[in-house]
C-alpha cells in the first residue's frame, strides 16, 4: 500500500496492482501497468516528489514508471523466475530503489538490493544479510543514510557502501517497519503484538510496547511528524 504525496492517490499491492483516486485519474496507467506485466504486485511505491512509481511482482521483476506522463522507464527482471519482489521503497532524493527478494525455493537466504533508477539494469549495491532472515520487508531512513530489512529479524545497513550496520532479533516474525522522523529510532511491529523500537545509533533496544491483544499482528505502524 502506496499514497501519493498529493494525498489524492494510492496504490494497492496484494493480488493485482491498483492505482485510483477519486477522479480516476490513475485508471489508464493502471491498465498500462495490467498490460506489460500481468504477474501479481507485492511491492509498490511512490517517489517523495510524486513523480516516479514503482512495482514488484512476482517473477522477481519491477518496474519504474514516470507517473505524470505515464511512461514505463524501467522494466527489469532481477531474479529468477521463481523469486518475487516483496517489498521497495524510493531513497528520499527518488535517485536509489531498494528491493527485497525472496526465492521461493531459497526462502532463507533473501536478497536485499540497492539501484540507481536511472541505470537500474544491475544494482548499485547486494546487502549482505546472515542466513535464515527472510527479509520481505524494506525501508529507506528519512535522511537517506540508512537501509533497513525485516522478516525473521531485522538488520540495518549504511545506504552508501552496504556496510550491516546492526542487527536486531526479536524472536517472533517482523510485520511492519518505520523509521523515525529524524532516522535516529527503527519501529518493529511484531507478529505476537508488540512493537519494539530501536536504536539506529547504539543498536540497542529503546523500549517495547506491549500488544493490546495476544497474537494481533502489527501490519503497519508510523511515526507521528514529530517523532
Request: net charge negative; aromatic share 12%.
Given at each position: 500500500?502506496?499514497?501519493?504525496?498529493?494525498?489524492?492517490?494510492?496504490?494497492?499491492?496484494?493480488?493485482?496492482?491498483?492505482?485510483?483516486?477519486?477522479?480516476?485519474?490513475?485508471?489508464?496507467?493502471?491498465?498500462?501497468?495490467?498490460?506489460?506485466?500481468?504477474?501479481?504486485?507485492?511491492?509498490?511505491?511512490?517517489?517523495?516528489?510524486?513523480?516516479?512509481?514503482?512495482?514488484?511482482?512476482?517473477?522477481?521483476?519491477?518496474?519504474?514508471?514516470?507517473?505524470?506522463?505515464?511512461?514505463?522507464?524501467?522494466d527489469?527482471?532481477?531474479?529468477?523466475e521463481?523469486?518475487s519482489?516483496?517489498?521497495?521503497?524510493?531513497?528520499?532524493?527518488?535517485?536509489?530503489?531498494?528491493?527485497?527478494?525472496?526465492?521461493?525455493?531459497?526462502?532463507?537466504?533473501?536478497?536485499?538490493?540497492?539501484?540507481?533508477?536511472?541505470?537500474?539494469?544491475?544494482?548499485?549495491?547486494?546487502?549482505?544479510?546472515?542466513?535464515?532472515?527472510?527479509?520481505s520487508?524494506?525501508?529507506?531512513?528519512?535522511?537517506?543514510?540508512?537501509?533497513?530489512?525485516?522478516?525473521?529479524?531485522?538488520?540495518?545497513w549504511?545506504?552508501?557502501?552496504?556496510?550491516?550496520?546492526?542487527?536486531?532479533?526479536?524472536?517472533?516474525?517482523?510485520?511492519?517497519?518505520?523509521?523515525?522522523?529524524?532516522?535516529r529510532?527503527?519501529a518493529?511491529?511484531?507478529?505476537?503484538?508488540?512493537?519494539?523500537?530501536?536504536?539506529?545509533?547504539?543498536g540497542?533496544?529503546?523500549?517495547?510496547?506491549?500488544?493490546?491483544?495476544?497474537?494481533?499482528?502489527?501490519?503497519?505502524?508510523?511515526?507521528?511528524?514529530d517523532?
Amino acid at each position: 500500500f502506496a499514497i501519493h504525496p498529493n494525498g489524492q492517490i494510492y496504490a494497492l499491492s496484494n493480488s493485482f496492482l491498483r492505482l485510483a483516486d477519486g477522479q480516476n485519474a490513475a485508471a489508464e496507467l493502471s491498465q498500462k501497468m495490467t498490460e506489460t506485466y500481468s504477474y501479481a504486485a507485492l511491492g509498490v511505491d511512490f517517489s517523495p516528489d510524486g513523480k516516479l512509481f514503482a512495482g514488484g511482482y512476482l517473477g522477481g521483476r519491477f518496474q519504474v514508471w514516470d507517473f505524470e506522463h505515464q511512461t514505463l522507464l524501467v522494466d527489469q527482471t532481477a531474479w529468477g523466475e521463481y523469486e518475487s519482489v516483496k517489498s521497495l521503497d524510493f531513497s528520499p532524493d527518488g535517485k536509489r530503489l531498494v528491493l527485497a527478494c525472496t526465492d521461493v525455493m531459497d526462502v532463507a537466504n533473501p536478497i536485499v538490493r540497492i539501484y540507481a533508477v536511472a541505470a537500474a539494469q544491475n544494482p548499485a549495491l547486494e546487502l549482505q544479510s546472515p542466513g535464515g532472515t527472510g527479509y520481505s520487508l524494506v525501508a529507506w531512513s528519512p535522511d537517506g543514510r540508512f537501509v533497513a530489512g525485516a522478516g525473521e529479524q531485522a538488520q540495518v545497513w549504511d545506504a552508501d557502501n552496504g556496510q550491516t550496520l546492526f542487527s536486531f532479533a526479536s524472536g517472533t516474525k517482523i510485520r511492519s517497519l518505520a523509521f523515525s522522523p529524524d532516522s535516529r529510532l527503527l519501529a518493529l511491529g511484531l507478529e505476537n503484538g508488540e512493537i519494539e523500537l530501536w536504536s539506529v545509533q547504539t543498536g540497542e533496544k529503546v523500549t517495547s510496547l506491549p500488544a493490546n491483544r495476544a497474537y494481533n499482528y502489527v501490519n503497519a505502524l508510523a511515526f507521528s511528524p514529530d517523532g
